[in-house]
């Protein structure tokens, strides 16, 4: 089976994604938050059906999108399928980390996101590396 076609899987059977990254209007004027690749995403994701739970210990307690923003993907009392990252690169491996701990099925990295370290730690554990 193909990269796409195993990420076309993931998709078709996962229903939960925390989104690690995703910022709230807080630091900017709030007509900048829609340009935000993670809240684009996170927007697009909802439009197709997904819960999407926002992580990012700066905006906690706020909403984006409708959902309250998290702390720490620990804080997601509902079983998590992905966990879609929006920091970078260096973060990933403590996230990585984290995911496992949730028991997260999927560990993706956007666009320009790349960590070898966070990708030996989810592939150890057999969670599905994006």
Not at 27 to 35: Q, V, Y
Request: hydrophobic letters at 40%.
């Amino acid at each position: 089976m193909s990269e796409d076609q195993l990420i076309k899987k993931t998709l078709e059977t996962s229903k939960t994604i925390a989104m690690v990254g995703v910022s709230s209007v807080k630091k900017e004027i709030s007509t900048n938050i829609r340009r935000r690749p993670s809240t684009i995403v996170m927007k697009y994701m909802q439009e197709f059906g997904y819960k999407v739970i926002p992580v990012n210990p700066f905006s906690a307690g706020e909403k984006v999108h409708g959902e309250i923003v998290v702390a720490k993907l620990n804080d997601i009392k509902i079983p998590v399928d992905i966990v879609d990252v929006f920091r970078p690169s260096k973060e990933a491996p403590a996230v990585a980390e984290e995911a496992i701990k949730i028991g997260a099925k999927v560990f993706w990295l956007q666009y320009g996101i790349e960590n070898d370290e966070a990708k030996e730690i989810v592939e150890s554990k057999n969670i599905f590396y994006v």
